[in-house]
């Protein structure tokens, strides 16, 4: 049998977590512990990063399943001002091995990610590179 063809869907959105950067921290946490092993049931892999602004986030996995964990996200009142950057077919995953990377916490905000309209490619590169360096792995 034939795998699904992968998808991958690439956005920003706004914080709405409010409080310290332990709570911040706190909310990461708790998002990773419910999105690791749904991810991982429903082959999907990718990363997060935040600050204490905003979010950006790569899922890559079937289809039907990137569209219903990205609804979820979009209903989440932790996120705000959801802005899609890419949602397309992908030749093969950035993320393998990753149910969800953590990509860590940015300080104050990067440039990126408080552009107006970010661009999918470098978000998409920024998310694998900081991924990998937060694994310990090779940044290539």
Same mark, same amino acid.
């Given at each position: 049998m034939t795998p699904p063809p992968l998808h991958r869907v690439i956005y920003v959105s706004r914080s709405r977590i409010g409080g310290t950067e332990a709570r911040l921290r706190a909310e990461i946490d708790a998002i990773l512990a419910v999105a690791r092993p749904r991810n991982a049931a429903e082959n999907i892999t990718g990363a997060l990063l935040f600050t204490r602004t905003g979010f950006a986030q790569a899922l890559e996995g079937p289809l039907a399943a990137v569209q219903a964990t990205f609804e979820r996200i979009q209903r989440d009142p932790r996120h705000g001002d959801? !802005?899609? &950057?890419a949602s397309?077919?992908?030749g093969q995953r950035l993320f393998a091995g990753w149910a969800m990377a953590d990509a860590g916490l940015v300080a104050g905000t990067h440039p990126l990610l408080s552009?107006?309209?970010p661009?999918?490619?470098?978000? !998409?590169? !920024?998310l694998r590179d900081l991924a990998r360096e937060a694994e310990? &792995?090779?940044v290539v």
């Open positions: 959801v !802005l899609v &950057l397309e077919p992908a552009a107006a309209s661009a999918a490619a470098p978000v !998409l590169t !920024l310990h &792995l090779p």
